[in-house]
């Protein structure tokens, strides 16, 4: 199975593959994405990295507060997405 992980408070020039780095010495990145805005194209400062199940926890207790080009990181499981109409 694989998990969802998000991460907030991204440094806006952080790039997937450094994400994806940040991640990988603590578990099997599966897929890794950056939000971006739609107008502008830019960060919006959060992104979600797929990892496997087993490794979820691992990369959340690892990581989360840790810095990352020089911002604290928040890293937990992410929420489904709420429907719309």
């Known amino acids: ?7 907030g408070n991204l440094p806006w020039g952080t790039t997937e593959d450094e994400l994806a780095e940040a991640f990988a010495p603590y578990a099997e ?3 890794c994405r950056i939000i971006t805005d739609r107008e502008t194209g830019r960060s919006r ?3 979600f990295v797929e990892v496997k199940d ?5 990369a959340v207790s690892a ?5 990352l080009g ?4 928040v890293v937990n499981e992410a929420r489904p ?3 719309r109409y």
């Open 1 to 7: 199975m694989v998990k969802t992980l998000y991460v």
């Open 29 to 31: 990145v599966i897929s």
């Open 45 to 47: 400062g959060f992104g």
């Open 54 to 58: 087993e490794d979820a926890e691992r």
């Open 63 to 67: 990581l989360n507060g840790t810095e």
């Open 70 to 73: 020089g911002r604290p990181i």
């Open 81 to 83: 997405r709420p429907e």
